[in-house]
């Protein structure tokens, strides 16, 4: 009979009290050790002695010792110097305590207790590889692979491999265990072959493990790629903070990335170009807030009060926006001479999950761990969607334009579908920017370009100020409106059946209450209106079939001379925070010229260079 617990013990620090001042400590470690073997159990690094009182609970299997003791140490860096020990033996009743001191400065009481720990359970029956189908085997592999909180389909060879090793020493040490360990290896042998089947046809799995740890990694070296050519200033100071807080926030393993090395530079502590800064903004200390987080190393609260500072500091990252216009200049030389479909839509229309729609990715309604209930792709045909993330939330997760080829059915082509960030997006104006920006860059190397505009209910509002928002956006961005919105396909997503038969009458009686103007918003309304007469097009990812969408974009004219329809521009609010930017960084000019800091002359310099270049053709419509 396979066991549903083991025994543990529970190793906590219940009470530390100062008997002088608190002093710090770089980088200190307390460790558990076999006191027989002096074999190394239990290790975590911390900085402040005080952290010792909200560490979690040590969960330690007491099989693996040799013998029934057990000892505590408190050490300096590398253990060059022995803070405080204690040991304990295990033979005796629990639970137990024992307290210490800490050069005779801290008295620190331990208390260890015995439990037991759940063993997970394994599916009784599963699919059989020969006659399941694939989809099946795509699904149990997706929640195999969560369940294990694998990065990767790949980890499962290592992972059986461990699990056969665990197997022979379990023989000797931890007999209760093996018949779980053995359960284990064939859900992970059964696991490996579902992959095998699931890659032969041709699907690929998402695993939203494996893409978050993608994307911090690149939020890290981002930032590292910063900090290289960062002068010593109050941003250096503040982007090394966020840096290192990612780091300690994502808890990363280095030896788990063996093609990209991460690194990750600690803080720098000269606080005085940030204590200048804060005293420029009439603030005498460094905010409490910011103190309180740094000290106790909660790292995401530290990362959004950082992100908060630097923001006063620096309005637009000029940086992050040239990241964003690099990745989407490199994705586009893919598309010279190519039929694409332009997917536009404010944050939050549904752009990602109608992406994966389009290209037959299998959709399914789940419910997330904060509860929302949400449309996700559960697997997927198209290698090239396996990074393309649906949120549920009403966040952007494009950050940049990404393209995805789509084999058409009937005229045995393929077109690309360009997926873009959300117009007027949420994730700041580096985003909102590059995103333009990067539209125009993109279409003007097609040979035609079909726009899918998505609308929303949940951005519609009453009278369609959703609408009119994006209609001030496509208006600049589309040169002329009237000539070119022949090829403009509108598709509503998110709208219950009842509410999508009335999209039409809608439109027609905000029309009908205007008084016939010129606007971009008025083009936009009666170019939807004529659109919706026989039906609104509408999207349902799970119901619906995606050959059928594409055939009615495709039966759209497209546009055959992008490079005249489309043109730059940037938002009334994001010229505003780029001028800001502009005159922050003559001010640091100004200073830096005092000074004779030449280090930080030349960094605002390249900055101002960089957005003069980039934004001199763009002139007020």
């Known amino acids: 009979m396979i066991p549903k617990s083991y025994s543990i013990l529970n190793f906590k620090i219940i009470e530390l009290v100062f008997k002088a001042k608190q002093v710090l400590e770089p980088e200190l470690s307390f460790t558990l050790t076999d006191s027989k073997t002096s074999q190394e159990i239990y290790r975590s690094p911390i900085s402040l002695v005080s952290q010792l009182i909200n560490l979690p609970p040590v969960q330690i299997e007491p099989d693996i010792l040799r013998s029934p003791s057990l000892s505590f ?5 590398k253990g060059v110097e022995l803070l405080g020990s204690a040991s304990f033996d295990l033979s005796k009743k629990f639970p137990m305590k024992k307290s210490f001191n800490i050069k005779k400065t801290i008295g620190v009481k331990i208390e260890i207790n015995k439990g037991e720990a759940q063993l997970p359970e394994f599916a009784q029956e599963r699919p059989d590889i020969n006659t399941a189908d694939v989809a099946v085997l795509a699904e149990e592999l997706r929640k195999g692979l969560t369940k294990y909180d694998f990065k990767s389909p790949d980890d499962l060879e290592e992972a059986i491999e461990t699990t056969r090793r665990s197997i022979t020493v379990n023989q000797k040490i931890k007999k209760h265990l093996v018949k779980f360990e053995e359960e284990k290896l064939a859900d992970l042998e059964w696991l490996l072959s579902s992959r095998n089947k699931v890659r032969s046809n041709s699907l690929l799995i998402i695993n939203p493990i494996e893409i978050a740890t993608q994307k911090k990694i690149d939020v890290i070296e981002g930032l590292m790629d910063d900090l290289k050519v960062m002068p010593s200033c109050a941003e250096k100071f503040l982007t090394s903070i966020l840096c290192y807080s990612y780091y300690k926030s994502y808890n990363f393993d280095p030896e788990l990335y063996i093609h990209r090395k991460v690194e990750v530079i600690n803080p720098n502590i000269e ?11 009439g603030e005498d200390d460094v905010p409490e807030d910011f103190r309180k987080h740094f000290e106790n190393q909660e790292w995401e609260k530290l990362i959004s009060e950082t992100e908060k500072i630097l923001k006063d500091y620096r309005p637009v990252n000029v940086k992050e926006m040239s990241r964003l216009i690099k990745k989407s200049a490199k994705n586009s030389g893919e598309l010279e001479n190519k039929d694409i479909i332009l997917l536009i839509g404010a944050t939050g229309s549904g752009k990602s999950t109608t992406t994966h729609f389009l290209c037959g990715s299998n959709m399914e309604v789940v419910k997330e761990e904060d509860g929302i209930t949400g449309i996700k ?3 997927i045909h198209n290698p090239a969607l396996k990074s393309t993330v649906i949120s549920s939330g009403n966040h952007s997760e494009t ?6 080829p789509i084999n058409l059915a009937d005229a045995g082509e393929t077109i690309f579908l360009c997926d873009t960030p959300g117009l007027m997006d949420t994730s700041g104006p580096e985003v909102d920017m590059a995103n333009t920006i990067s539209i125009v860059e993109y279409v003007k190397k097609c040979r035609s370009v079909r726009p899918l505009i998505l609308l929303s209910s949940k951005n519609e509002g009453d009278r369609f100020e959703g609408v009119q928002k994006l209609a001030q956006t496509l208006g600049r961005i589309i040169t002329d409106f009237n000539k070119y919105s022949i ?53 349902n990812p799970i119901k619906d079939d995606h050959q059928e969408l594409l055939r009615k974009i495709m039966e759209r004219d497209p546009i055959l001379d992008p490079k005249n ?36 002359i030349r960094y605002k310099l390249d900055e101002l260079q960089y957005i003069g270049a980039l934004f001199s053709e763009f002139e007020p419509k």
């Open 487 to 539: 090829s403009f396909t509108y598709a509503f997503t998110k709208y219950k059946k009842s509410d999508a038969s009335n999209i039409h009458g809608k439109v027609n009686r905000i029309i009908s209450s205007q008084e016939n103007n010129n606007t971009a918003f008025f083009h936009i309304l009666k170019d939807i209106r004529d659109k919706t007469r026989d039906g609104a097009l509408t999207i």
């Open 73 to 77: 140490y408190l050490k300096t860096a």
């Open 271 to 281: 606080f005085s170009n940030f204590i200048e800064f804060l005293k420029q903004k």
């Open 399 to 404: 950050r940049y334009i990404t393209h995805i």
């Open 377 to 379: 792709a559960t697997f």
């Open 565 to 600: 329809a489309f043109e730059r521009f940037i938002t009334e609010e994001s010229r505003g925070k780029l001028e800001h930017q502009v005159d922050l960084s003559k001010g640091e000019i100004d200073k830096a010229l005092n000074s004779l800091n030449y280090e930080m």
